[in-house]
């Protein structure tokens, strides 16, 4: 691979029931959100719209925001905005550990009693990693 890219794609459910059953339409390509972490960071979402016209014809469409198009690129790596960061003293982006260790003790019990009692019945998305 000549690029590495870091994204994270949801891809929602289709809907139980189309609600233009009568009308000569055809299945929409399911709705997407994909959160573009690096190296481009941005959101595309993509959905179904109806065509504009008499006629019920629907098609995939895509709203697309790129932040670096949106503000101009900035050429520093993440490591240097973080490193860049740390000089300055902002820690705006940094944990301190004891409010890691507070989240943890929150959420921690959770997922243990998630893990022990799985529910078969609760709607949960799959989770396929993309390689």
Known sequence: MPKRVTEIAMQFKDPP?????????????????????????????????????????????????GYGETFGSVDASPY?????????GDQTLFDRADGVEAAWALVDPVLKQWESQRSVAFPNYGCVPQL
């Open 17 to 65: 029931h189309l609600p233009f059953r009568k009308a000569q339409v055809e299945t929409p390509e399911g709705d997407v959100l994909s959160l573009q972490i690096q190296p481009d960071e941005g959101v595309v979402l993509k959905f179904a719209a109806k065509v504009p016209g008499p006629s019920m014809r629907i098609r995939s469409v895509e709203m697309d925001f």
């Open 80 to 88: 240097e905005r973080l490193i860049l960061d740390c000089m300055k």
